[in-house]
């Protein structure tokens, strides 16, 4: 993979998670903030909002049981009745994607109905109207289950077989039904209005506040709240880990990178250095002897054989320079500075593959 290419998905992962964080954080900090604004709420007294106030508060909160204002919806299947139904029936399959199996469902009948409600004060049996019910938050778990029936699909064993081929295989029918019984003990939370001589509540207008209908009490609410906050910082601790972790393994990487390759340069460059010193010296040095030599040829004559053929002092890698160099800490002579310089970062020694943790500038006559 390209280097850039690298750099753009590390980059990528970065942002995403990043992303994350800041989700988490808006999640947590959003219910904790509702977790605070409900704790501050009182139960309105119904009786004085309606006589003294101005007929409205922003931000309310009332308790009371779930009563229809209309002819009840009846359950298909109990004697349970209220102001809302929910029925649902869907088709569960099996289907083969890629080799794996896995579930699907097809929704066949979907349905919701609501009759017009209120919660009803149980001492003073005064009722607040309960407008667009459908987006409060917590209103589906309130719902009472009447009906959660699953019918298997009987297949004999070639039809079985057939499915097994194809690659869908039909489970069954799933039937369920849920209604908002009359007389649940209900919670709201929103906007309060006194118009027209009744009371409503009404989905809250004012920034940072939400609807809430909950069969939940206020403390159990609150708590719900406060640990789905936790969660919430608890996971995006976890992507920040994760963000450092990405930035170690990715950015730290690349500087350990540009470092070594740092460090190679100035060795590079210091040994260059030493060898023009070492070639310097070593010239004057056969200077000098070879003005001896010309005066005194009988000394000259014992000296031992000193030069190893040109070809065997070579570089192995260009075959052309004299090996200027030892590796450490294999100790091989074998390349020239050049080549060495040339040679991908970590460096390794030609003749044996030993890693070369350090150059050692040599002269061989
Ligand atoms: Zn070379
Ligand atoms: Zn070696």
């Known amino acids: 993979m390209s280097e ?3 750099i753009l998905i590390e980059n990528l992962l970065f942002a995403a998670d990043i992303g994350l964080i800041c989700w988490f954080l808006r999640l947590y900090k959003n219910k904790y903030t509702t977790a605070d604004q409900i704790k501050d709420l009182e139960s309105i007294d119904w009786s004085a909002f309606k006589s003294d106030s101005s007929g409205c508060i922003e931000y309310g909160l009332v308790e009371g049981r779930v009563h229809s204002l209309e002819q009840p919806l009846k359950s298909q299947f109990t004697e349970d009745e209220g102001p809302i ?14 080799g794996y199996w896995t579930d699907r469902q097809n929704v066949l009948s979907e349905s919701y109905e609501k009759v017009k409600f209120a919660l009803q004060d149980e001492k003073t ?8 019910p459908r987006l409060a938050n917590y209103l589906q778990e309130a719902l009472h289950t009447t009906h959660d029936h699953f019918e298997p699909c009987t297949r004999s064993l070639s039809e079985s077989l057939f499915d097994r081929v194809v690659g869908e295989i039909t489970k069954g029918y799933q039937t369920t039904e849920q209604i908002l019984k009359n007389g649940t003990t209900m919670l709201g939370v929103g906007k309060i209005v006194y118009s027209n001589g009744s009371l409503e509540l009404r989905k809250p207008t004012a920034k940072g506040t939400q609807y809430f209908l909950t069969s939940m009490s206020k403390s159990e609410l609150i708590t719900h709240l406060k640990s789905r906050a936790t969660i919430f910082k608890v996971l995006a601790g976890v992507f920040g880990v994760t963000g450092l972790l990405i930035l170690w393994v990715t950015t730290g990487s690349r500087i350990r990178k540009w470092i070594a390759q740092y460090r190679e340069r100035a060795a590079v460059e210091e040994a260059r250095q030493q060898l023009l010193v070492i070639r310097a010296v070593n010239t004057v040095h056969s200077r000098n002897r070879n003005a001896d030599s010309d005066t005194d040829l009988t000394e000259d004559s014992d000296s031992p054989q000193r030069s190893p053929s040109s070809e065997a002092n070579s570089c192995v ?4 320079n004299s090996r200027d160099i ?6 091989h002579v074998c390349t020239c500075l050049n080549c060495y ?9 030609p003749v044996c593959r030993s890693a070369i943790n350090e150059i050692i500038p040599i002269y061989i006559p």
């Open 341 to 349: 310089e040339a040679m991908p970062v970590p460096k390794h020694c």
């Open 4 to 6: 850039w290419k690298q």
């Open 317 to 320: 890698i260009c075959l052309i």
């Open 326 to 331: 030892a590796n450490r800490p294999c100790g």
């Open 125 to 132: 049996a005064e009722r607040i109207l309960v407008t667009e």
């Open 85 to 98: 139904k929910y029925f649902k029936r869907v088709l569960l399959k099996s289907e083969r994607n890629r």
